[in-house]
């Protein structure tokens, strides 16, 4: 599961990142923030994550890999909820609750599959 999880949520965040660059900058109909500090971060996060997925033949590596992603994108989504122009990484800013809840989503999400769940999966196939 933790696999899947890597590949598909992965590949969708590298989607995301190329459809942001092909968009520029500013804001998508006023729902998403679009920048390309943003499109750049979330090609690196997400072929980190799909390249977990994809390639590592360790069980443990993807676990971290998605776990330790999840972390920081619930810790993107607190600091956005507060400081939306991320220190001034991000240059327009996050100016609608859709960009935070998405990060947040990605970040529970993903400290759940990582490192609640796979610990789980990997404990039941070594019993």
Not at 21 to 41: F, P, Q, R, T
Not at 110 to 123: A, Y
Request: net charge neutral.
């Amino acid at each position: 599961m933790v696999r899947l999880y890597a590949k598909v949520v992965g590949v969708i965040i590298i989607l995301i990142g190329i459809g942001g660059l092909l968009l520029g900058d500013g804001s998508l109909y006023g729902v998403l923030n679009i920048d390309l500090s943003e499109d750049a971060i979330h090609l690196v996060t997400g072929g980190a994550m799909a390249a977990a997925g994809f390639f590592a033949r360790d069980l443990r590596v993807v676990r971290n890999v998605v776990g330790g992603l999840g972390v920081v994108y619930l810790v993107v989504g607190v600091v956005g909820i507060f400081v939306p122009m991320l220190f001034g990484l991000i240059p327009s800013g996050y100016e609608t609750v859709l960009d935070n809840l998405i990060h947040l989503t990605l970040g529970v999400l993903g400290i759940l599959v990582g490192f609640v769940l796979g610990t789980r999966t990997s404990q039941t196939s070594r019993a």
